[in-house]
């Protein structure tokens, strides 16, 4: 066996085991789409838990991407304690930054990103507030003559 070896959660080994696993970046935004990809993620990982030795320790390293990933429970069932740093004193979107940040670095991410990935990457928070909510310019209006209504539900 080597020393160090990479894995994905997709297809880990058998017959290995470790005295240390650290576990980065599971969830991504690919596989936070629907309950399904969430659960299937959440299993194979849990298969990986077999590859500690029974003395074995985990760390995991990531990000949040949806309210209900697997992290959510990981937490959850007491498998992980979270450690959240967000970028701004209160973890809110326009709060005060941390220490090692300053506002003009904030404010440049910020308009760099989405407020949805703004809020997973810089607050560590998929829901955090002010940042998902409807956003009236994405909504597309119909006249009645544009519409087939035997095609489309029409509210």
Not at 42 to 58: A, I, P, S, V
Not at 116 to 126: D, G, H, K
Request: glycine share 4%.
């Amino acid at each position: 066996e080597a020393t160090v070896e990479t894995l994905g959660v997709d297809s880990p080994p058998t017959r290995k085991h470790y005295d240390y696993l650290i576990i980065d970046d599971v969830v991504t935004p690919q596989n936070t789409t629907t309950g399904e990809t969430i659960k299937k993620t959440t299993e194979n990982l849990r298969m990986c838990f077999n590859l500690l030795n029974t003395t074995g320790k985990k760390r995991f390293i990531g990000t949040r991407y949806h309210s209900l990933d697997t992290y959510s429970v990981l937490i959850e069932n007491k498998i992980v304690t979270p450690r959240i740093f967000p970028v701004t004193i209160d973890g809110k979107p326009n709060g005060t930054p941390v220490s090692i940040r300053t506002q003009e670095w904030v404010d440049a991410k910020r308009k760099e990103m989405s407020p949805y990935i703004f809020s997973t990457q810089m607050l560590q928070n998929p829901i955090a507030e002010d940042s998902q909510r409807f956003d009236q310019e994405l909504f597309q209006y119909y006249s009645p003559e544009d519409l087939d209504k035997n095609k489309i539900n029409v509210y």
